[in-house]
């Protein structure tokens, strides 16, 4: 079965500091993957996507991910955090055979004076 | 300009009553999806479809309804029989294996 899993539900880092936000999945065929952000009340956005080319990255704001086939990873990586990237996001994997489209449970990212 | 366009932003339901949810999209996509989204517990798919006249049932599908009868449109009818409507709706379309596009959401409220 298809599956994505985000670790940590809430992820706190001060303005300037790294963000690394986890997705790990499982996918019986190549995976497309995707992060999106969402900002309060609002629909979804989409940050960066890997779709088999290559393996790191970069997507708006700032931000981008790394695919690592043997770790069945995604994580999302910022260099230094801004007030404005707090928001919650979100991991999702396609799968190419079926259309669905499943999402991670989502991280809240506070950032921090 | 192309997107998708959820309405009513807001919605109040009463006890019993069925209500349904517009989604539409000129972006010429194949795939719609709608998801419902609770606090902690991220989005869960509820119906999707690949083509029109076709859907299949998502995860949540039990107490909710759809109809694909033309590519553009994908309505979402929250009946009665769904007991615990009061959540954030996300309907998206997508086109092949690329990204989805998500539109402002409607948030359904029992009174």
């Known amino acids: 079965a298809q599956s994505v899993t985000q670790l940590g539900s809430h992820v706190s880092v001060s303005e300037g500091a790294l963000v690394l936000l986890r997705c790990n999945y499982s996918?019986?065929?190549?995976?497309?993957l995707f992060w999106y952000v969402q900002y309060p009340n609002q629909g979804l956005q989409l940050l960066l996507k890997?779709?088999?080319?290559?393996?790191l990255v970069k997507g708006i704001n700032g931000f981008e991910a790394e695919f690592k086939k043997s770790e069945t990873s995604f994580h999302l990586t910022k260099p230094s955090a801004h007030m404005s990237d707090a928001a919650e996001y979100f991991c999702?994997?396609?799968?190419?055979?079926?259309?669905?489209?499943?999402f991670g449970q989502g991280t809240t990212l506070q950032v921090k004076p | 300009d192309g997107g998708i366009t959820q309405s009513p932003k807001y919605l109040f339901r009463k006890e019993g009553q069925n209500v349904t949810l517009s989604c539409e999209q000129n972006?010429?996509?194949?795939?719609m999806y709608w998801y419902r989204q609770d606090p902690g517990q991220g989005l869960r798919l509820i119906y999707y479809?690949?083509?029109?006249?076709?859907?299949q049932k998502g995860d949540i599908a039990e107490g909710y309804s759809v109809s694909r009868e033309k590519k553009e449109s994908f309505p979402l009818t929250v009946t009665s029989a769904q007991k615990n409507p009061t959540a954030f709706y996300l309907c998206?379309?997508?086109?092949?294996?690329?990204?989805?596009?998500f539109g402002q959401g409607t948030r359904l409220t029992v009174v």
């Open positions: 998206a379309s997508r086109d092949g294996n690329t990204e989805a596009f």
């Open positions: 996918s019986s065929v190549p995976p497309y």
């Open positions: 890997y779709t088999s080319a290559a393996t």
């Open positions: 999702a994997l396609g799968s190419g055979n079926t259309g669905k489209l499943i």
């Open positions: 972006l010429n996509h194949d795939a």
């Open positions: 479809s690949q083509i029109v006249n076709d859907f």
